[in-house]
């Protein structure tokens, strides 16, 4: 699935090809080779540590079960939905767009 295309040169950038109705989250973190997800999680600094191997064990399931439920949320959100939440919110603003502010737009 292609979610963009670049183009080289004076004028040039990325563009969104992709059918925003039907490219959810998880197509783009995918698309990213699936990077990891969660900054909190076992770690293996200290292999050796009866501590960290405790909470590895007894943490381990949670943040897996976190970790999936994320992902099946990234399942059923597209960018049709990120895409309308957004204009709700720039049109519920009553603030004039500035230089610093018109990229919002």
């Given at each position: 699935m292609?979610?963009?295309h670049s183009e080289k040169g004076h004028g040039g950038g990325w563009t969104i090809t992709c059918d925003f109705a039907t490219?959810?989250?998880g197509d783009i973190y995918d698309a990213l080779g699936r990077p990891e997800i969660m900054a909190m999680?076992?770690?293996t600094e200290?292999?050796?540590c009866l501590v960290e191997q405790a909470v590895n064990a007894v943490l381990g399931d949670t943040f897996a079960a976190a970790e999936a439920l994320l992902l099946t949320r990234f399942g059923e959100v597209t960018l049709?939905?990120?895409r309308t939440e957004f204009h709700?919110?720039?049109a519920s603003r009553t603030v004039t767009p500035t230089l610093e502010t018109k990229h919002a737009v």
């Open positions: 292609s979610l963009v490219t959810t989250l999680g076992n770690r200290a292999p050796g049709a939905d990120l709700n919110r720039f």
